[in-house]
């Protein structure tokens, strides 16, 4: 099993320019979640998908917008990016909300110039 | 990798010592904690996990202890190594009404070193 991947690696946009980072994962999880880490801040919840077809705002949703219409793959869509975007983003999946360990896929750093 | 390290916590030991990374969390509603490993350029990785209604729990070479009282959760690893060093996350879920969705709140982090 793969487990959490996600692509691209790395990108480098210029303000205003749209993108989709896409993560998926192979080990039939319901839940999914994208984060996003800057330094010293620690990890912050953008959106999370309790299943396919549904989507809920999490810590710091504005600017970002996320798809589940397969239950494997998350979408996190930027419209328009900004320098504050400029961060690394980290993709996770979980199995039970009753045991809530998150496997991590391996990030993507994004920065807006 | 990342500098995720900025301003950060940072603990340095010597190789073979014992370490012990403390975290306050901020909820008393909060019913599972979990420590993350995070090596740069990587993922955060599953450590251990302990449920609100335990105050220990041991795995290979780490425990992690829970004082409910002062909100309070420590990771001890034994025997500290080399490939050890990293960025060490805690992780709390809180369970409103059953329906938490498994959604965690990350605490800072703390950098650990290990010198040989």
């Known amino acids: 099993n793969a487990g959490v991947t996600q692509t691209p690696k790395f990108r480098v946009l210029k303000t205003g320019q749209s993108m989709t980072l896409l993560c998926a994962q192979d080990m039939n999880h319901e839940y999914m979640y994208w984060y996003r880490q800057d330094p010293g801040m620690g990890l912050r919840l953008i959106h999370y998908?309790?299943?396919?077809?549904?989507?809920a705002k999490g810590e710091v949703p504005d600017g970002y917008n996320v798809s589940r219409l397969k239950k494997q793959n998350f979408l996190l869509g930027l419209e328009s990016a900004a320098p504050s975007q400029t961060s690394v983003y980290f993709c996770a999946s979980s199995y039970l909300a009753g045991r809530p360990e998150q496997f991590f896929g391996p990030g993507t750093r994004l920065t807006v110039l | 990798g990342e500098s995720v390290g900025l301003h950060l916590p940072t603990l340095s030991v010597q190789e073979g010592d014992n370490s012990i990374i403390n975290c306050a969390y901020s909820n008393s509603a909060s019913d599972y904690f979990i420590w993350y490993k995070q090596e740069s350029g990587k993922g955060p990785q599953f450590i251990i996990d302990?449920?609100?209604?335990?105050d220990k729990r041991q795995g290979q070479r780490v425990t992690v202890l829970l004082n409910k009282t002062v909100k309070h959760l420590s990771l001890q690893i034994a025997a500290t190594q080399p490939g050890d060093s990293a960025v060490y996350f805690c992780?709390?879920?809180?369970?409103?009404?059953?329906?938490?969705?498994?959604?965690?709140?990350f605490g800072q982090g703390t950098i650990l070193t290990v010198h040989p």
């Open positions: 302990i449920r609100s209604n335990m």
């Open positions: 992780a709390e879920n809180m369970n409103a009404g059953g329906t938490s969705y498994g959604k965690l709140t």
């Open positions: 998908s309790v299943g396919e077809g549904t989507t």
